[in-house]
């Protein structure tokens, strides 16, 4: 009898550099024996219940570190202890859930989905930290009302989006969108150490709505997908506003472990001239943050 502890540390200690291909194989045999609905602990007193049948929290339920870890190296890296984090496109939830475990911080999940927005409070109440996070269940955007909500068919659920991808007959709801300043004004929320935005081609709405937010003064850190269109217009207004910007490099955990080797500790970003890549992490210039990524992106 194939367990779920048996098969995901069976995967996890697997040859991992060499033997990429039979590691997928494995993975795939193992997960047809697997209930759909796993409980399972990420990280030591980290738990998190993840459907199967989900691409995405299928993949964190193998390997979570190589969900974004560029991301996930900011918030063990530069997010302050109990610090302040806005988590715009939330998902299931893992970042900000990871904020909250690793930082005792103060997470703000913006999710428009219900289903997934359900799922985040319950991820914060299976490990105790409905005190720690809140889920809003809108649409981060540049106006409030309501909007169609376009869905990915099928196993991705990181793909639901506010934009309507042409030729595609997709599946909608009707959510509502909220300016994201409003929405923290009525939090009152005094100061935010991180942003992070992946709104599938609705970030430059989502930085628009923020307002005056997007000021060193009030936000310390942004982490902006940028894989979309109105790339110069993110990477000009941020720019402008006083922040600098680092390209996140496109590195797995078996790449990463290969600079581990080479005596590189922090391989995840590099300095950013121009907006032709997909994620950077904006500091507020001349910050501590600012300074601290000055440093790192040299080694």
């Known amino acids: 009898m ?18 990429k291909v039979l590691r997928s194989k494995f993975r795939r045999l193992f997960d047809r ?3 759909r609905t796993q409980d399972v602990e990420l990280a030591r007193g980290l738990r998190m219940r993840l459907n199967m049948d989900i691409d995405r929290q299928n ?31 939330a998902n299931f939830g893992l970042f900000g859930t990871l904020a909250m475990h690793f930082k005792g911080a103060r997470v703000h999940f913006i999710e428009p989905h219900p289903r997934l ?19 809003h269940e809108v649409a981060g955007s540049d106006t409030n009302g309501e909007a169609k909500f376009f869905l990915n068919p099928g196993r991705n659920d990181g793909t639901h989006s506010l934009l309507e991808t042409p030729g595609q007959q997709r599946e909608t ?34 930085l628009l709505g923020l307002g005056a937010w997007v000021t060193p003064e009030k936000t310390d850190c942004l982490y902006v997908e940028m894989a979309h269109e109105h790339q110069q217009e993110i990477y000009d207004m941020l720019t402008a506003n006083g922040y600098v910007p680092y390209v996140s490099r496109r590195l797995y955990i078996d790449d990463m472990r290969k600079e581990y080797r080479k005596g ?14 997909r994620n950077y992490l904006w500091c507020a210039k001349d910050s501590t943050y600012d300074k601290f990524m000055a440093q790192v992106v040299q080694y």
């Open 173 to 206: 709801l009707t959510v509502k969108k909220q300016r994201l300043d409003e929405l923290l004004e009525r939090e009152k929320v005094a100061h935010i150490n991180l942003i992070k935005i992946d709104a599938e081609g609705h970030d430059y709405e989502v």
């Open 264 to 277: 590189n500790l922090t391989p995840w970003f590099s300095r950013a001239t121009d907006c032709t890549g």
């Open 2 to 19: 194939i367990t779920p502890r048996f098969a995901r540390s069976f995967i996890r200690s697997y040859g991992f550099e060499r033997t």
């Open 117 to 135: 927005a359900e799922t985040v409070r319950q991820q914060c109440a299976q490990n105790f930290y409905s005190q720690l996070g809140t889920v």
């Open 59 to 89: 993949f964190v339920f193998w390997y979570y570190e190589e969900e974004e870890p560029q991301l996930q190296w900011v918030i063990r890296t530069l997010l302050p202890v109990g610090g302040t984090m806005v988590d715009c496109g």
């Open 33 to 35: 024996f697997l209930d």
